[in-house]
């Protein structure tokens, strides 16, 4: 079933955003266009996300996608709920890379799922001393939002916060947190939005400026 779950899913290849709560907005692809286009169509492609993002074994993945065919409408509460968490942490950073000002109605979103999130909370003994944990009751569909709501609370209240970015290019708006040695990235990805700036800014050098005739 696991196998049948990530052969229909979408293709993910969302990592450069080095932070996990970025890269999970980027299950949002082509936002600007005005015709977005989702990614998480299903549990299922969620589930497939999270073993796409190491966040889950094949053994978590399969139980949580029997126990999402077992109870189908908290399984589509629960994606309801991801997507309006990423959407709110999407518009939180995404202010933040521009300088400005979150919406407090998206930090009010935050707060009540982080709120939620933080009670499934555990501190645990690990073999060199104490480590956060979740909650061991693997039947809660919810679980796989968890790592990503407190990551997204992690990166509010740590000193990476003024390196979130924005990827530069008008058709993209990915964010990514900028790790290069001068803070100086400007895409998400210098393969894709990189190469297609540098192509377009080519094609303008070599057309050169027009004149009527």
């Not at 890269?23 to 497939?48: C, I």
């Not at 998400?188 to 050098?205: E, I, L, T, V």
Request: negative net charge; proline residues 3%; charged residues 25%.
């Amino acid at each position: 079933m696991v196998e049948t779950a990530i052969q229909s899913a979408p293709v993910f290849d969302q990592t450069s955003g080095n932070w996990l709560c970025l890269d999970f907005t980027h299950t949002l692809e082509d936002r600007p266009s005005g015709h977005p286009r989702e990614l998480l169509n299903s549990y299922s492609d969620f589930v497939s996300w999270g073993l796409y993002m190491h966040l889950l074994t094949d053994e978590e993945a399969q139980h949580l996608l029997e126990e999402a065919a077992r109870h189908r409408a908290q399984a589509s509460q629960a994606l309801q709920k991801a997507i309006v968490s990423r959407e709110a942490i999407y518009r939180i950073f995404y202010q933040i890379a521009e300088d400005s000002l979150p919406a407090e109605a998206d930090v009010i979103t935050l707060n009540t799922i982080l709120s939620e999130t933080m009670s499934h909370a555990r501190i645990v003994q690990g073999a060199d001393g104490f480590i956060w944990d979740w909650d061991s009751n693997q039947d809660i569909l919810e679980r796989l939002l968890w790592p990503v709501v407190r990551s997204a609370a992690d990166l509010l209240t740590s000193d990476e916060l003024h390196v979130v970015r924005a990827c530069a290019a008008e058709d993209c708006g990915w964010l990514f947190l900028d790790t290069s040695k001068n803070h100086s990235r400007r895409w998400c990805d210098m393969k894709s939005c990189g190469n297609r700036a540098k192509a377009r800014r080519h094609y303008g050098r070599k057309k050169g400026p027009s004149s009527d005739i």
